[in-house]
């Protein structure tokens, strides 16, 4: 059994990555039959995302399991929809990166549903109070900035 810690910069090997920041522990299986292996992925942790309420950054936990047969072949086969978690390797291949498999696998752990999380009483748990700061800290940098053209008008007024 292998274990791996990804974060940050395991991310950043990918362009368009939509994960960036994560603390995410992935336990990774590897069982040979006679003419096969099977790869199980086990994913626990977090990425950090925007909340769809209230924008704010926050911990997203994630959670999936994914089982995939790898397999020697001299040819690669035609593969159907259904073959998706089968894949083929060539016997003379020496290793297997397994990197492109785990960033698939991550990403397919994220919920589609982006949100802080739901207390007991069934709120969600978004803090508002950050929304409203960030709304006034919004409001006083607009006032500071005024134009000084319109001060001399507004001095000339007066
Ligand atoms: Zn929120």
Known sequence: MFNYSIGQDFFEDFKHSPISRAA??????????????????????????????????????????????????????????????????SPHDTHFD??????????????????????KDGNYTCSNDVVNILNRHQQSKTEKKSDPRWDALNKLKK
Do not use: A
């Open 98 to 119: 397994i990197r492109q498999l785990l960033y698939e696998y991550i990403n397919l752990s994220v919920p589609i549903q982006r949100t802080h999380p739901i207390d």
């Open 24 to 89: 995410i522990r992935v336990k990774f299986t590897l069982d040979k039959k006679t003419d096969f292996f099977y790869f199980n992925f086990d994913i626990v942790g977090s990425v950090e995302t925007e909340c769809d309420r209230c924008l704010e950054l926050f911990d997203l936990p994630v959670e999936g399991k994914y089982k995939v047969i790898v397999k020697y072949t001299e040819t690669q086969p035609q593969t159907t929809q259904e073959e998706h978690d089968l894949i083929f390797i």
